[in-house]
């Protein structure tokens, strides 16, 4: 586990040298709320002594020990939940992300620290979500999203998972918009692994709560295992929302849970249409991920080997330069969202 009350900053090129500091709640600056989520809010803040500006995620638990029967009750934003699995979220995410630390698509870890109760996880901080950029796009501007950018996505999303999956055998569960983040620099890292799962055999064996809607049908149905192919149809699903500026499957939000699943596991896969917009070796990749018969769609290694795989990742330093004059060039209107 990580040790609470540290921060450790890593060099982030060869000018730089790694930083350590002891703090606590009291040497960080609340900047403001930044995202919202089921088990906690994310908040801007920076770490006075260094000026370093962070994301810090708070886990929003008040601990109530009883004494008598050694057993701790949690409470959250949601209400009362369990003492396993509450705890079992927030060590999967200290655990997962901490062990991450040298892949440069994952966000990092920099410390933990505790503050009436509440958990607090300060992490790098990132200038918007994939979730608000494409929707500031398409939906404010009235415009494309570029498909260059949208294959460097692709390649950065990609290794992240294949690491997670080949050096912690472990698989996501939650690949969406709002889990993709984008700085500046042009980096384009994965985060919140609150959820995921340790892989049996490459086989995931447990039963977890995600995103229903971008959850493969598998995932779904009465099966007890699935493998990271599941992650790649709910990388598909983000690909066909973030090309077209809507989720594929329209209004799902509104319906009842049955009628959600049936229209994932009944219904038509979602799949990107031929059009003068994006090129068909992007619609053939795409469509590729949203394959329903799961034996038939392809793992990471697959996609890896792909072509259209290789034309993004042989140019993964162009690429860096180019998703940061496009985030540049788009994040003035972003804050406005």
């Known amino acids: 586990m990580f040790v609470s009350g540290k921060l450790n900053f890593p060099a982030e090129n060869n000018k730089e040298i790694s930083r350590e500091f002891t703090f606590g709640y009291e040497d960080l600056q609340d900047l403001g709320i930044i995202g ?48 396993s699995l509450s705890l079992k979220r927030l060590r999967n995410e200290l655990e997962t992300i901490k062990n991450a630390s040298d892949c440069p698509e994952i966000v990092r870890l920099y410390g933990v620290t505790y503050h009436e109760g509440d958990c607090l996880l300060c992490m790098e901080y990132m200038d918007v979500s994939l979730d608000k950029l494409y929707k500031t796009v398409h939906i404010s501007l009235k415009q494309r999203f570029d498909e260059s950018v949208i294959g460097f996505l692709v390649v950065s999303i990609l290794h ?82 973030i090309a077209t500026g809507q989720f594929p499957y329209q209004n799902i939000y509104e319906l009842p849970i049955f009628k959600q699943l049936e229209v994932i596991v009944l219904g038509d896969p979602p799949f990107l249409r031929s059009n003068d917009v994006y090129s068909q070796l992007t619609v053939n990749f795409v469509n590729q991920c949203v394959i329903k018969d799961v034996t038939l769609r392809p793992d990471y290694t697959t996609l890896m080997n792909t072509d259209y795989f290789r034309r993004y990742a042989s140019q993964r330093e162009d690429g860096e330069h180019y998703v940061k004059s496009y985030v540049g060039n788009f994040m003035p209107y972003c804050q406005k969202l």
């Open 36 to 83: 919202q989520g089921t088990y906690g809010q994310v908040t801007k803040m920076k770490h006075v002594q260094s000026q370093k500006p962070m994301a810090v995620k708070v886990r929003i638990y008040l601990l109530l020990f009883h004494v008598i029967f050694k057993r701790v009750r949690i409470i959250t934003d949601q209400g009362e939940e369990s003492e």
């Open 160 to 241: 992240a998972l294949n690491h997670l999956k080949s050096c912690q055998q472990i698989i996501h569960r939650d690949v969406k918009p709002s889990n993709i983040l984008l700085n500046a620099r042009g980096q384009i890292k994965l985060c919140d692994f609150g959820i995921s799962g340790y892989l049996v055999d490459s086989i995931a064996r447990t039963k977890e709560v995600g995103c229903r809607p971008y959850m493969a049908p598998e995932r779904l149905m009465a099966s007890t295992s699935y493998d990271v192919r599941s992650d790649v149809w709910s990388l598909g699903i983000t690909l066909v929302e």
